[in-house]
């Protein structure tokens, strides 16, 4: 390395020559820019090459169960034997319905639970819960 030694005076001043210090930062520098990959922001999606057809909906039914335990299948009052029977012929179609479970509020749940436990025993494949977003949390 350089040193600057000033003659002008007496003191000797020692200052390093920081100049090659600087280009090689530099060159490390540009040698990490060019070997980085390229990040693109691109965001690859397969999109359809024609007009997709218009796939209509499956069918569904709402079981709904009352306060007092009561069970309605698509707003007729049923009992479990009627309610099991619906269930079979509905697993047996090719294309099941949806089945719509909606408990009241005060509904107890081991009835729901009943519900649901028929149901999955009698094959329905398609079952959830409905209209708890009206009761908020």
Same mark, same amino acid.
Request: net charge negative; proline share 7%.
């Given at each position: 390395?350089?040193m600057?030694?000033?003659?002008t005076?007496?003191?000797v001043?020692t ?5 090659? !210090?600087? *280009? ?8 990490? /820019?060019?070997?980085? =990959?390229l @990040? ?24 709904g ?19 099991d029977?619906? !269930?079979? *012929?509905?697993?047996?179609k090719?294309?099941?319905?949806? /089945?719509?479970?909606? =408990?009241? @509020? ?22 959830g ?6 009761y908020?949390?």
């Amino acid at each position: 390395m350089a040193m600057l030694i000033s003659k002008t005076s007496d003191d000797v001043t020692t200052e390093m020559n920081t100049t090659p !210090l600087i *280009d090689v930062m530099l060159v490390l520098l540009t040698l990490l /820019i060019v070997t980085l =990959p390229l @990040r693109t922001h691109a965001v690859k999606i397969d999109l359809p090459h024609g007009p997709t057809p218009f796939v209509e909906p499956p069918p569904s039914v709402t079981v709904g169960i009352d306060f007092d335990g009561a069970i309605l299948w698509d707003g007729q009052r049923v009992d479990r034997a009627g309610l099991d029977s619906y !269930l079979v *012929d509905a697993a047996k179609k090719d294309t099941q319905p949806e /089945i719509h479970v909606e =408990p009241d @509020r005060l509904a107890h749940y081991g009835t729901v639970a009943i519900v649901l436990a028929d149901a999955q025993r009698l094959g329905v494949k398609k079952i959830g819960i409905i209209g708890t977003e009206k009761y908020g949390q």
